[in-house]
């Protein structure tokens, strides 16, 4: 697919302990991208996503809004390659272990 592109998502605020990941997996999924997404050490979660950027797009909107219970205070996106996507994605979009 020529379209396939690959990003990295920091999401910095109130984003762990809220239900977060499980949100950001749901969009993911419905968007049918294929990824995982994490808790770092330094309180925001980390989330490697490839497919269609009008998908990828959509899923940073839905990102920046977050669950009910989060706060988002910044969100980074970065170019990321197969390497980062394989890193702990099987198939779909998962939740991958804290950094």
């Not at 294929?34 to 980390?46: C, L, M, P, Q, S």
């Amino acid at each position: 697919m020529s379209d396939l592109k690959i990003i990295r998502l920091i999401i910095e605020g109130r984003v762990q302990g809220v239900g977060y990941r499980a949100f950001l997996v749901r969009e993911a999924l419905a968007l049918d991208l294929t990824g995982w997404a994490r808790n770092r050490r330094d309180g925001a979660v980390e989330a490697v996503a490839a497919g269609p950027r009008t998908a990828l797009d959509a899923l940073i909107i839905a990102a920046r809004r977050g669950p009910r219970l989060a706060r988002v205070d910044g969100l980074r996106e970065e170019p990321a390659d197969e390497t980062a996507l394989v890193e702990f994605c099987g198939a779909g979009f998962s939740v991958a272990p804290d950094a």
